[in-house]
């Protein structure tokens, strides 16, 4: 009669030899500033500018370019806060 046992390095080995029968993945590339911009586009952002960072990263910063508060917003809205 013959027995079987059970084997974990045999296991063990199988697994390793069918990762390695596997192909490799290669390693992912940091999106470009066109990537981001057609993510943007497709997302329906309206985007005022983007920004390339020295570190690579991509920024999309969201808003209507140019569109800033004037200093005579900004002076009415703290005299209300103020109660002047």
């Known amino acids: 009669m013959i027995s079987w046992t059970y084997s974990p390095n045999l296991n063990r080995q199988a697994r390793e030899g069918w990762a390695a029968s596997l192909p490799k993945s290669k ?5 470009t500033l066109a990537d981001v911009a057609k993510q943007a586009s497709k ?8 920004e390339v960072r020295p570190d690579g ?13 004037n200093d005579d917003e900004v002076e009415n809205w703290l005299s209300k806060q103020k109660g002047y």
């Open 57 to 69: 990263t991509v920024v999309a910063v969201v808003g209507k370019q140019g569109a800033t508060v």
């Open 43 to 50: 997302a329906a952002l309206d985007v005022a500018r983007y």
């Open 27 to 31: 390693p992912r590339k940091p999106p």
